[in-house]
């Protein structure tokens, strides 16, 4: 039997006699959705197949597409890191990065703390603030720089 026909059989087959499904009884086993990877003793913001799947997928970008910046921690010149990072070409709000908004995307285990508001990031000679961050649970960031040459 198709796992379709498994979870939705009793909507689309007709009961005899006209009996109703049992309103107490699920047409999907296992744990609740609500509880999630709980059920199974992972913890609640672990997602194992991500967990698994991002460092290699991070692994594979920056081997292909690698950029060297530097990264002022507090946006302090003094305290800065050369930092490899993929920079996000075409990102949504322009057309061709880098522009006035570009995004990028770091490996937060390469910081020696999380990526913050205050960062700087200097590639090619132009200064870049972060001005959003997009962190996620499984270690990357993404991070929406700002061309500091053409603010208004």
């Known amino acids: 039997m198709s796992p379709f026909r ?4 009793r909507v689309f087959s007709a009961r005899p006699g006209g009996r109703a499904a049992s309103p107490r009884r699920g ?3 296992g744990p609740s959705p609500s509880a999630g990877n709980r059920a199974a003793g992972d913890p609640g913001w672990v997602n194992p197949f991500l967990s698994a799947h991002v460092p290699v997928l991070w692994q594979a970008l920056i081997q292909v597409f690698p950029r060297q910046v530097v990264y002022w921690i507090d ?16 990102a949504e709000d322009e057309t061709v990065s880098p522009g006035r908004y570009s995004h990028v995307l770091v490996w937060d285990a390469d910081l020696p703390r999380p990526p913050s508001l205050q960062d700087v990031i200097s590639s090619d000679g132009v200064e870049y603030d972060v001005v959003r961050i997009d962190a996620y649970a499984t270690g990357c960031s993404t991070l929406v720089l700002q061309d500091r040459s053409e603010a208004i």
Do not use: C, F, H, R
């Open 75 to 90: 946006g302090d010149p003094a305290q800065t890191m050369m930092l490899t990072i993929v920079w996000k070409e075409g």
């Open 6 to 9: 498994q979870i939705y059989g």
């Open 27 to 29: 047409a999907i086993s």
